[in-house]
């Protein structure tokens, strides 16, 4: 293999074209397709990497992202084959995982792909006119499912999984919507269609079960398992201006010839050559894509619209538009909204929604901005740089500066630069440019455009011409190496210029066919051209004339090189070769193994040479070229190789195809000769500005100064004019405040009193309500005990008439027992009567089923010998006629017809024969089934009469258990009268002790407030001796304070004193000092109470403290103990009130439960006895079952009255013993401790005993 080696750097353009075309790999990277490449580009960080296509690949059709963003799959066409290759993009780089290429079925090309949810599966449309659906297990490359999803060769475009589901597909075309579910190895429709066919151009789930699909005619259509559940349409806003422009451009752009397999998708170029003149102003709805509140869809050329869900319905509203922004470079600035959106990708936080349209472009707009503008439409924004949308035709770069020259059949100029991978220039013309050359200082171009060359300077931000000459489709010009010439070809006429005086200076004639491709020589002194009609000259600028000429009229040149040292000339051309020419001959042809060289190119080292292929590929290959086939091949493009170029320092290549991308691609070589050129001089940052431009911005910049120092002094002023306002309202307020606060004071005041006086009338109103029910509470209890009286006396008459009834009942059991036998015996003998009936029927049925068997069969032997006969005897006389015929044919050819009637007639009689064979069979199959039905009757009878035997001997042991049961219920009910008898009287003590308790609780509840009462008592005494103590310390302290200033004020004095008795022998000084000390110690009578104490009295007041602080703490011991004592008692008082309550309630419940069994066995007596008597009226089970209540109540009085005076003993004790501890100086109860008023727990226990 070759040494040479070139890496792919960045691209520059996109394939729209390509199904699916755009998808988020995460939230900075998208994947593209670009050339014969995919594209991994990241947005933030601005760096490519790529995917490559396979080897030999003549372009990618339909792209598809697995939903876990780990798998690519991409449709290709490799050698005249479909190929589908899926590579793993989570590897680095990303690896080939699967290549789908032996297929079982006929498939021309996958038109669209899809993953499903689980990426397991791949499901995958061919295209016409075979139109199957495959359903692939891909990592097993096994075929699930296949099905032919058209038969009418009608386009489709896009196919789809169910988010959810992977057996749930849906289809979308030219007249078909198509749900299928994967089961049992078959793809099954599982919807159909309804209405007029549409043409379905695009389609999303948005839920499960939930379809949005748009139509070419501006429809959206919401599907819910298949049925229609929405419809809305799209309308024009804006009416499509320029519709002439419109045509000019599809017409210059029809004369593009691009290779079958770089236009593989028909959702645009079929669809639009599909749609009618009429349906052209309707907007097509391309593209859909879901995101979690709706969907966004393309609107028509250059729009896109947002729906949302509605929250009440399941319907969608528009939300809001979105546009393509007017482009202000272009020469029409209208044309960049009338291209429509191919396909549309949300992000995967949905933050970012991104476009491709059918203009090869990339758009981007943040879902956030589109909330923020609202009720104006929202404009998206590029989301590189604007691309070409045409085959690039010409390719240029400098040697001052990074940068690339191109241009294009969409009449654009664009200026790229390799460095920062960015473009630096870019403006469109009316006319296609065909050529372009950039000058070596980076500041000129000169363009070959469909009716003049131009040669153009490049300013800061514009591109402006400055000479043109009457040149009219120049198809290439080229600036001299050191700038100062340019040629330009005109047919077959190269014309020479100056770039000082811009004149021309020769002109080369000599070619008879169109002119290819020219090139200078290292020095400037010769050009190179190569042509059409087989041509290579070698022309000499000073004499302009040719020094060497190699003409091949076999060979049309598509491009020429020379070497560095200009000895050699290398060509390529339409004859498969690279040639080698010397001194006007052929030194050797390199064959290009059956692909066309479109261009060549070498190195300014001499050392590498690369040559572009009309397949897209490009190959790297070493200098002196080899004799074998030593070369690396690269996949660059998806259509021919228009340009290749080398930048001055060799290292990087450029290269531009028909495809409308631009590639850069780092070359070096493996052997390290020398390919590595250090710069000594940086690139220049210099640029072009013209002098008016200089002038109009200083101009801009002076009246923006002064608009801004206009804006400060207004500003300023406003300021001083709004705090002024602010200041005068902040006053208004703060004295509104203060009003209002005073208001809101009064009014408190006012609510106060008021609040007062409800609460003193409430107080005596529920002091009045007390009294009523104590009152009222009384009375019920009096009117209770006479009704209780009264009940008692009713429930003994019942229990004489229940006796009574039960002996009617008695009774009535016999009889029925008797009628009971004697209709059993009457139905026995009725049923074994109907048996026999039954059994007589079957057998007579039986035997006229076998004669009708015997009919049959004869009948049909008979038919059958009769249809055996005559077909015998039709063969035979039919034969016999054949022979005739055959005989007379040349007479009697008329008479052959009629035979032929008859003889079809007598067939169809055969026919009908043999039809009422075939019906005769069935009525026989009915017999059988008739013979078997009754069968079945007759077993059924059978079963059914077993069952009433069962059912006999069932009720008879029932009445037989019924009867042991009515002895047992008489047994019972005796018991059950003597313990009711006996549990009576055990009630009655029960409730006496249960009414002295409650007294006793209410004693104790009085006990225990004066309890409460003289606790409180005891804690405001405490308080005021802690006050007292309190005022007695501060006094102490006071005290003290004036013992040490007084201590302190006599030990001065004795100073002084001391001092003065040293004068007594001086009676003067003496005088004086004593004066002094009269004026220190008499005259400042205020100071004296800083004097300090004694040392004696802070003794004293020191033992009397400690004296006092063991008093309180002995004190604190006490109260301590004596609390501990008394809340043992109190808990052992209530745990003795909770037992006593405690007994109350099982007692309680043993008279319920006892109740509850009297209610039982007079309830189960009742059962026994079937018939009641009509004396009884409706009231008497109330007035039983209230009988027993009075009994009951005395006994509960009595029981509560016993454990109430327990309780009063009890509280007696204990108020005794409270006495004896209140003798006890220094005791209190704990302050914390509060006892439950018994007046709530009087009131319940009365409502449990009531």
């Given at each position: 293999m070759s040494a040479v080696v070139a890496q792919t750097l960045h691209v520059f353009g996109l394939r729209s074209h390509v199904a699916n075309n755009i998808f988020y790999f995460d939230e900075q990277i998208i994947i593209f397709p670009s050339g014969n490449h995919c594209v991994k580009y990241n947005v933030d960080q601005k760096w490519q990497k790529f995917i490559p296509g396979s080897d030999k690949s003549q372009g990618m059709l339909a792209l598809s992202i697995s939903p876990n963003r780990r798998y690519l799959a991409i449709s290709e066409t490799v050698q005249e084959k479909p190929a589908i290759t899926i590579y793993e993009l989570s590897s680095i780089p990303c690896r080939k995982r699967k290549v789908l290429n032996n297929f079982d079925f006929q498939v021309q090309k996958f038109i669209s792909m899809a993953f499903s949810p689980d990426s397991k599966y791949l499901l995958a449309q061919t295209s016409p006119p075979e139109s199957n659906l495959v359903y692939w297990l891909w990592e097993k490359q096994k075929v699930m499912a296949i099905v032919r999803i058209d038969t009418q060769n009608n386009p489709v475009y896009q196919v789809s999984f169910s988010p959810q589901d992977n057996t749930q597909v849906c289809v979308t075309g030219h007249g078909m919507f198509k749900l299928l579910r994967f089961a049992e190895g078959t793809l099954k429709q599982t919807n159909f269609q309804r209405g007029e066919p549409q043409n379905y151009l695009a389609h999303t789930w948005v839920a499960d079960d939930k379809i949005v699909v748009g139509t070419d005619t501006g429809k959206l259509f919401l599907f819910e398992s298949g049925d229609q559940r929405w419809e809305t349409s799209i309308m024009v806003k804006e009416p499509t201006d320029g519709s002439k422009s419109l045509d000019v451009i599809q017409e210059s752009e029809s004369l593009i010839e691009f290779p079958p397999v770089s236009s593989p998708l028909p959702s645009y170029e079929q669809m639009v050559a599909a749609s009618s003149h009429s349906q052209m102003s309707m907007p097509q709805v391309f593209a859909i894509a879901a995101y979690s509140k709706g969907f966004a869809c393309s609107a028509g050329p250059g729009r896109v619209l947002l729906f949302e869900k509605m929250e009440e319905k399941d319907f969608y509203r528009e939300s809001r538009e979105i546009r393509i922004p007017v482009d202000p470079q272009s020469n029409d600035p209208s044309q960049s909204d009338k291209q429509d959106v191919l396909c549309l990708c949300f992000s995967p936080s949905e933050e970012t929604l991104v476009a491709s349209t059918s203009k090869n472009q990339l758009y981007s707009i943040t879902m956030s901005l589109t909330e923020i503008s609202k009720g104006e439409p929202a404009h998206f924004e590029y989301l590189m740089y604007p691309l070409h949308s045409a085959p690039i035709t010409g390719l240029a770069t400098c040697i001052r500066k990074p940068l690339i020259a191109t241009c294009s059949l969409d009449r654009s100029i664009r200026l790229w630069n390799y460095e920062t991978n960015t473009l630096e220039l870019f403006k469109e013309y009316q006319e296609e440019a065909y050529s372009i050359s950039l000058h070596p200082s980076g500041h000129f171009i000169v363009v070959g455009f469909a009716d003049k060359l131009r040669l153009m300077n490049l300013l800061i931000d514009d591109i402006r011409s400055f000479k043109e000459y009457s040149v009219r489709g120049c198809r290439e010009c080229s600036f001299s190496n050191g700038g100062h010439l340019f040629a330009a070809v005109n047919g077959n006429v190269i014309h020479v210029y100056t770039t000082t005086s811009l004149e021309n200076i020769s002109s080369l004639k000599g070619h008879t066919g169109k002119i290819r491709s020219i090139v200078w020589n290292a020095d400037d002194s010769k050009l190179i051209s190569g042509g059409t009609d087989g041509a290579v000259y070698e022309w000499n600028l000073s004499t302009g004339k040719r020094e060497t000429e190699c003409v091949l009229k076999s060979c049309s040149y598509n491009c020429v090189t020379v070497s560095p040292d200009a000895k050699i000339i290398f060509a390529v051309g339409s004859d498969h070769t690279l040639k080698e020419i010397a001194d006007s001959l052929i030194l050797r042809e390199i064959s290009a193994f059956d692909v066309t060289y479109t261009a060549i190119v070498i190195s300014h080292s001499g050392r590498m040479m690369f040559v572009g292929t009309s397949v897209g590929t490009i190959r790297a290959m070493k200098y002196p070229l080899p004799l074998q086939k030593e070369f690396n091949e690269y996949q660059a493009h998806a259509g021919p190789i228009t340009k290749m170029l080398l930048t001055f320092d060799d290292q990087f290549l450029l290269t531009a195809a028909e495809d409308g991308c631009l590639f850069t691609w780092k070359v070096f070589d493996k052997d390290g000769r020398g390919i590595k050129r250090e710069r000594e001089v940086g690139f220049a940052e210099e640029v072009l500005v013209t002098k008016t431009d200089m002038e109009e911005k200083a101009q801009v910049m002076l009246e923006l100064k002064t608009r801004v120092e206009e804006l400060k002094m207004e500003n300023e002023y406003q300021l001083r004019l709004k705090d002024m306002n602010y200041s005068e309202k902040i006053k208004e307020l703060t004295e509104k405040f203060i009003q209002e606060m005073e208001s809101l004071k009064t009014k408190n005041q006012v609510l106060r009193t008021e609040k007062e006086k409800q609460d003193v009338y409430h107080r005596e109103h529920i002091e009045d309500l007390l009294d009523k029910q104590s009152r009222e509470l009384q009375d019920l209890e009096c009117c209770n005990n006479q009704k209780l009286l009264l009940e008692y006396e009713k429930y003994q008459e019942l229990q004489l008439k229940s006796q009574r009834m039960q002996e009617e009942y008695e009774k009535q059991l016999r009889d029925n027992d008797e009628t009971k036998s004697q209709a059993l015996e009457e139905l026995t003998e009725f049923y074994e009567a109907k048996l026999q009936e039954k059994t007589t029927l079957l057998e007579e049925a039986q035997e006229d089923v076998r004669q009708q068997l015997r009919e049959f069969e004869e009948t049909k032997k008979q038919i059958e010998e009769d249809e055996d006969r005559e077909i015998q005897d039709i063969k035979t006389k039919y034969e016999k006629k054949l022979r005739d015929e055959k005989e007379s044919n040349l007479r009697l050819k008329g008479e052959t017809g009629i035979m032929r009637k008859k003889f079809s007639s007598l067939q169809k009689e055969i026919e009908e024969r043999t039809n009422d064979i075939e019906t005769l069979k069935g009525e026989q199959m009915k017999l059988q089934g008739v013979i078997k039905s009754l069968e079945k009757d007759i077993q059924g009878l059978k079963r059914e009469i077993q069952e009433r035997d069962e059912t006999i001997q069932d009720k008879e042991k029932r009445i037989y258990d019924l009867k042991k049961k009515n002895q047992e219920l008489g047994k019972f009910k005796f018991v059950l009268d003597y313990k009711?008898?006996?549990?009576?009287?055990?009630?009655?003590?029960?409730?006496?002790?249960?009414?002295?308790?409650?007294?006793?609780?209410?004693?104790?509840?009085?006990?225990?407030?004066?309890?409460?009462?003289?606790?409180?008592?005891?804690?405001?005494?405490?308080?005021?001796?802690?006050?007292?103590?309190?005022?007695?310390?501060?006094?102490?302290?006071?005290?003290?304070?004036?013992?040490?200033?007084?201590?302190?004020?006599?030990?001065r004095f004795k100073t002084d004193l001391h001092n003065c008795v040293a004068y007594i022998q001086e009676p003067r000084l003496l005088k004086e000092k004593v004066r002094g000390l009269f004026e220190k110690y008499v005259q400042r009578a205020d100071m004296v109470e800083i004097v300090g104490l004694n040392t004696d009295l802070q003794q004293e007041y020191a033992r009397q403290r400690e004296h006092l602080e063991r008093n309180l703490a002995t004190l604190k011991k006490k109260v301590v103990k004596e609390g501990e004592l008394h809340r043992t008692d109190y808990v052992r008082i209530m745990q003795e009130n909770v037992s006593l309550i405690k007994e109350i309630n099982e007692l309680r419940r043993e008279l319920k439960f006892t109740r509850s069994q009297v209610y039982d066995l007079e309830a189960a007596l009742k059962l026994t006895k079937k018939v009641r008597p009509q004396e009884v009226s409706e009231t008497e089970p109330s007035r039983d079952m209230l009988s027993t209540a009075p009994t009951t109540r005395l006994n509960e009085q009595e029981e509560t009255g016993r454990i109430i005076e327990m309780q009063r003993l009890e509280i007696q004790r204990l108020r005794d013993q409270i006495q004896e501890q209140e003798q006890v100086t220094g005791f209190h109860t704990l302050a914390g401790v509060r006892l439950p008023s018994l007046s709530n727990s009087e009131v319940d226990l009365e409502v449990k005993t009531n």
């Open positions: 009711i008898k006996e549990l009576k009287k055990q009630i009655e003590p029960r409730e006496n002790e249960i009414r002295v308790m409650k007294e006793q609780i209410q004693e104790m509840e009085a006990e225990l407030e004066n309890f409460h009462k003289q606790n409180t008592q005891l804690e405001l005494n405490i308080t005021e001796l802690w006050q007292k103590l309190r005022a007695t310390d501060q006094e102490m302290r006071r005290e003290r304070q004036k013992e040490r200033d007084l201590e302190a004020l006599v030990k």
